[in-house]
């Protein structure tokens, strides 16, 4: 049995970075400010698409089909690496669920060979781990949750349904909501209400 992670309020349907966490006190403070009043303009999400995407990676889910027992893609999602030297990936528990084995797709198109690390199902979080990984992969760092404030800009990078990769942008809504996770007995609803939402 894999050994199971607990990373709490943790989502990654795509992989989320806010600007201020990328971008700390870059410009000088307005009058009156702390600086953290940075401009947001177009060439800050270019800049962000740039920096963050060789981290970005597509985590394909492989099933053996057929009667000759071949492998093929029963799924995938996105994912981001987390320790580039160790190649070490976070991405989504159902994106991994039933998988024989893993493939991970770097920006670049590379494909390379990955093992499940572990999972926690009630939060929808698995770790992967690329198998040899090369010298050059990107990391992005996690950040502090409690730091997020309503509001925030947000960015989000990742691999949605056959839509390869897209960027997109929006702002965070509200923080602590409660989400449904599952039914027992068609009565009783279990929630978890740490997740942040977007729009």
């Not at 990654?12 to 940075?38: C, E, H, R």
């Not at 987390?82 to 797709?105: F, Q, R």
């Not at 404030?149 to 960027?167: D, S």
């Amino acid at each position: 049995m894999k050994k199971s992670i607990s990373i709490v309020g943790l989502c990654l349907a795509a992989v989320l970075f806010l600007i201020s966490n990328v971008y700390p006190q870059t410009s000088k403070p307005s009058s009156g400010g702390t600086g953290d009043n940075i401009p947001i303009t177009k060439n800050t999400f270019i800049q962000l698409a740039q920096k963050v995407t060789p981290a970005v990676v597509n985590v394909i889910n492989m099933r053996k089909s057929g009667i000759f027992g071949t492998a093929a893609r029963a799924g995938h999602g996105s994912g981001s690496i987390i320790d580039s030297k160790k190649g070490i990936v976070i991405t989504n528990n159902h994106v991994v669920a039933g998988a024989e084995s893993l493939m991970v797709t770097l920006n670049d198109k590379r494909s390379l060979k990955a093992k499940l690390i572990g999972t926690d199902p009630i939060f929808d979080v698995a770790v992967v781990q690329i198998e040899n990984p090369p010298a050059d992969l990107k990391q992005v760092s996690i950040g502090n949750s409690d730091k997020v404030q309503i509001g925030e800009w947000v960015v989000a990078m990742g691999f949605p349904g056959n839509l390869g990769y897209v960027v997109t942008s929006g702002n965070v809504v509200a923080l602590g909501k409660e989400v449904p996770i599952g039914k027992l007995q068609q009565e009783t609803i279990e929630y978890r209400g740490s997740y942040i939402l977007i729009d």
